[in-house]
């Protein structure tokens, strides 16, 4: 497990005048996106350079996974650009993996475990593919299932349905699979293993969920078609470009945006605007809920770059607010990142509201239904929780009582930090720095912010 050091928050970073504008610079680039157009690259049968990578551990670790395989990579971590040079089907390469058994390592990066997996199974290459003890107690089994349907063979090599697994050489065939759970990883991974294999596919699933690999696949030159929650996958003349570009991650722009609202409350004269942000539907749904909530919000869309819709996301201050609630799992997919950050600013605002449909925290970097009320308890705020619901009771305000413990769990980590410095707060945020995993420059945003 990756050991992050504590945060000391202290009110004295808040200037009279915050410079806004300075977050842009700072706010990283997508990290789903990031994930998959690794992937896509590594299947390339022609050398593909990303542009904005996300730098965070989350994504490098999937770097460090495909060179530990063979490829040839150069990641040049100043500019952020990542440059292939051999791909996963070039034939040395493919000999290589072959030749002798490969471990990959993702350390706490479910994503880049369960999407690599799918890659490799339709490759047909062994490989052990193992983590850190917060990675080895997430399902794995939603994605060896349908996996295994289509022809690849699995061991687990600790507990049933977790890592570390052994990937067997196999070959994946066409098929049907059904996704039950609600999740982009296992449709992906499915995914992933087609496109690796050139075969076709039909994925029946249960929850639109973020969609970022068809979008992908489509833009690459592969057909995707989705009707009435039936993906059907088919090769064309798959063909990346020779440069991807990453656009920044709505999922942590959410953070300085939200202390931005949060700091405005009473200041309708104050905007900040943010270009080049993905506004996929499937990734705004916080931003659309703030806007619910009485917060000044305007999002125009500006491009489709690889078939990834993006934009410019305008913050306004001031409003008339009142707590909203989030039913669905639709909708819970479309902000899924975000729900610690939105039951804490429930908590806050005038009214009652009730998030359900939250079974799918249960697995994340921690339980994050009883972490997020954990977390939120250190600081003052009350939140119910009531199986896969948290109630939230308006009007609280936060204060310090212990010591914030987050769980290494980056989202809690930077809902704490707003929270804290959203009023006056000092304390101390136990391993607080987890937040590198997905947004590296966190500290130094917060402070290009209040440096003022």
């Known amino acids: 497990m990756l050991i992050y050091p504590d945060r000391n928050i202290s009110p004295a970073m808040l200037p009279e005048h915050p410079d806004w504008s300075a977050a842009a610079r700072y706010v990283p680039s997508d990290k789903s996106i990031s994930h998959r157009a690794l992937l896509f690259a590594a299947l390339s049968e022609h050398p593909v350079t990303i542009v904005g990578i996300n730098q965070g551990a989350a994504v490098t670790l999937l770097i460090d ?130 496109i690796a294999a050139r075969v076709p596919v039909e994925i029946a699933y249960s929850v639109e969920a973020r969609d970022h690999t068809q979008l992908m696949a489509q833009g690459f030159g592969d057909e995707v078609e989705d009707i009435e929650h039936v993906l059907t996958y088919r090769p064309r003349q798959f063909r990346p470009p020779g440069a991807i570009t990453i656009p920044l991650d709505p999922s942590a722009l959410a953070y300085p945006a939200a202390l931005f609202w949060l700091l405005n409350r009473d200041r309708p004269e104050a905007s900040v605007w943010f270009e080049g942000v993905c506004i996929n539907p499937t990734r705004i749904g916080f931003f659309y809920w703030m806007q619910r909530c009485g917060f000044g919000l305007e999002i125009s869309p500006d491009g489709r770059p690889h078939g990834e819709k993006t934009g410019t996301i305008a913050l306004r201050g001031g409003g008339a607010f009142k707590a909203q609630g989030m039913q669905g799992k639709e909708s819970l997919h479309s902000m899924i990142d975000e729900i610690p950050l939105m039951v804490a600013i429930a908590a806050l605002l005038p009214g009652e509201a009730a998030f359900d449909d939250l079974y799918e925290l249960t697995f994340k970097e921690s339980d994050r239904i009883t972490a997020t009320c954990r977390m939120l308890r250190t600081l003052g705020i009350d939140a119910v929780i009531d199986g896969y619901s948290i109630h939230t009771e308006g009007g609280q305000r936060p204060s310090v009582q212990s010591d914030v413990t987050v769980f290494n769990d980056h989202r809690l980590s930077m809902t704490a930090h707003v929270l804290m410095l959203a009023h006056g707060l000092a304390g101390r945020i136990l391993g607080g720095e987890c937040y590198k995993t997905s947004f590296p420059d966190f500290d130094q945003c917060l402070r290009a912010i209040f440096r003022g």
Request: hydrophobic share 40%.
């Open 65 to 194: 996974a495909l060179q530990h395989l063979g490829l040839k990579i150069d990641f040049d971590r100043r500019s952020g650009a990542v440059a292939f040079q051999t791909s996963l089907r070039t034939a040395d390469c493919h000999g290589m993996l072959n030749k002798k058994e490969r471990r990959v390592y993702l350390g706490p990066s479910s994503a880049a475990a369960r999407l690599l997996l799918g890659v490799l199974c339709g490759l047909g290459v062994g490989c052990v593919v193992d983590g850190d003890q917060t990675l080895r107690n997430r399902p794995f089994d939603w994605i060896v299932e349908p996996l295994t349907t289509l022809g690849g063979q699995f061991e687990y090599l600790g507990r049933a349905g977790c890592l570390p697994l052994r990937l067997l050489p196999s070959q994946i065939t066409s098929g049907r699979v059904s996704i039950s759970i609600g999740s982009a990883q296992s449709i992906s991974a499915v995914l992933f293993a087609a």
